[in-house]
């Protein structure tokens, strides 16, 4: 079992900046892959962005050259930086966690909001 919990949302102004964290428990982060999802109002949830047990990054090309992620092994921990925030980047942002040997994200955090005011 992974448990999983993120923090750092909030209200912000277009073209801010907020920091998202994920800090997991329950598992060998080291062997987990990362993943941040959003789910806007009426909408589906969406993919961001990605990091992998090495390090290898994967971004939607919406948040490509705005939002930054990273990973800190020793606690537990996964970053989203994001910057130059744009109203369409209002949404609950989960994080979600597998096993390098898994498929599919199978542990989820409970989301956190974000709201990028115009």
């Known amino acids: 079992q992974v448990q999983l919990v993120e923090s750092g949302g909030g209200l912000v102004q277009a073209g801010g900046s907020l920091r998202l964290s994920c800090a997991a428990s329950g598992a060998t982060f080291s062997d987990t892959h990362i993943g941040w999802f959003r789910q806007a109002p009426g909408k589906e949830r969406e993919f961001v962005v990605s990091i992998s047990k090495f390090g290898t990054t994967n971004y939607a090309d919406s948040v490509k050259g705005r939002f930054t992620i990273s990973r800190d092994n020793a606690k537990n921990t996964v970053f989203l930086q994001m910057n130059s925030l744009k109203p369409e980047d209002t949404a609950v942002y989960y994080c979600?966690?597998?096993?390098?040997?898994?498929?599919?994200?199978?542990?989820w955090g409970q989301g956190t909001p974000v709201t990028v005011s115009s």
């Open positions: 979600a966690a597998r096993h390098f040997t898994v498929a599919t994200y199978n542990y």
